[in-house]
């Protein structure tokens, strides 16, 4: 069954931005390969700054990606980014349906 989630990704701010770049194509790779499909385009926000300090940086690079996958099929992705140096913190969440389809992203049922 696919689902729709919302993955973001920040990462390491001393990186210059097309390794950046690299690294979301990277993720998308990896979104694809895992079954999963990119709805629209990964939203880049590019540098900005912390709110507070981690892991004593002040800076990271953002995307936001809206996403279709089946369920459990980014599992061995978000094990990866977990132990990637480079990348500072991700989160993917589970849309509810109504927001999906808000968001244009019908999921089959």
Do not use: C
Not at 30 to 42: F, N, R, V, W
């Amino acid at each position: 069954m696919m689902r729709a989630y919302e993955f973001m990704v920040i990462l390491e701010g001393d990186l210059d931005e097309t390794a950046a770049q690299e690294w979301v194509k990277t993720i998308t790779d990896g979104i694809t390969k895992a079954g999963g499909s990119i709805h629209g385009k990964a939203d880049w926000w590019g540098r900005r700054q912390f709110a507070y300090p981690i892991n004593k940086k002040q800076y990271g690079y953002y995307a936001v990606m809206n996403v279709i996958a089946p369920g459990g099929a980014l599992d061995e992705l978000e094990r990866s980014l977990r132990i990637a140096d480079d990348v500072v913190r991700h989160k993917l969440l589970r849309l509810p349906d109504a927001e999906a389809a808000r968001r244009g992203m019908t999921v089959a049922a």
